[in-house]
């Protein structure tokens, strides 16, 4: 099953809390983390690693010092030890968001904000831009994010990330029903969205339709102390 895990970021962590937490994460990580201005930027870097890292070693058995989290070519980070385990983790405003399964998977989350819909006539298939034209205007926005999300989830899953051009597939949703059309025909991959909150959108895709029907959720606070709990196993 693919599960999913959410935690929100909120100011109840103080700088010692998450300084502590920087000497479980990689030197590569720390070293990329350590480039941000802003404290939010900062958190948000380091819970995203320690929330894989607190997954990974819970439902896995694996000490936090022998995981191996390494990059494909394309940059998607993945597991070199243990292998058989495929992640992906995506963040934006408040909330980060990591799915986890045997298969490859990708998730996105995105918070909805006014944009301009000309972003949509570039990166997305005229059919989806065309659906977003059709649509009421008091739902544009939110379809906008929809497929945003659906399209980012996909790629990631693939694990080309963006060397996959956003236009060069389509986006189907039928009902609730939602397939990926790639060079004429439909690939083997399938979706979920979920309802996390009310000013975001959170869309799955995997190469399995089992997906969880429940999202996991901590604050991070609790994810600290749950972290600190476990590594000292």
């Known amino acids: 099953m693919v599960n999913i895990y959410a935690i929100n970021i ?8 998450l300084n502590e ?14 480039k941000f201005y802003k404290l939010e930027d900062l958190k948000r870097g380091v819970m995203s690693e320690i929330l894989v890292r607190f997954i990974l070693c819970k439902n896995f058995h ?11 070519y394309y940059g998607k980070p993945l597991l070199s030890y243990p292998k058989s385990i495929h992640f992906n ?36 298939s005229e059919s989806e831009y065309g659906s977003i034209l059709m649509s009421d205007e ?20 693939v694990g080309k990330g963006l060397y996959i051009a956003l236009n060069s597939f ?15 025909s439909f690939e083997d991959y399938y979706f979920k969205q979920y309802d996390i909150d009310k000013n975001y959108k959170l869309s799955v895709c995997a190469r399995t339709n ?11 606070l609790e994810l600290y102390k749950m972290f600190k709990a476990l590594v000292r196993w």
């Open 10 to 17: 909120s100011d109840n962590m103080n700088c010692c809390e």
């Open 21 to 34: 937490l920087m000497s479980f994460i990689s030197e590569e990580k720390l070293y990329r983390v350590k």
């Open 62 to 72: 694996v000490r936090n010092k022998d995981l191996s989290i390494t990059k494909n």
């Open 89 to 124: 983790v995506s963040h934006s405003g408040h909330w980060i968001v990591c799915a986890v399964h045997n298969l490859p998977v990708g998730i996105d989350i995105e918070q909805i904000k006014p944009i301009d819909f000309s972003i949509a006539e570039h990166f997305f």
């Open 138 to 157: 008091g739902s544009r926005l939110s379809l906008f994010y929809e497929f945003w999300t659906l399209k980012e989830s996909y790629i990631k899953a």
């Open 170 to 184: 389509n986006i189907k949703l039928c009902n609730d029903d939602v397939r990926v059309e790639r060079e004429g």
């Open 210 to 220: 089992n997906f969880s029907n429940n999202i996991i959720l901590w604050s991070d």
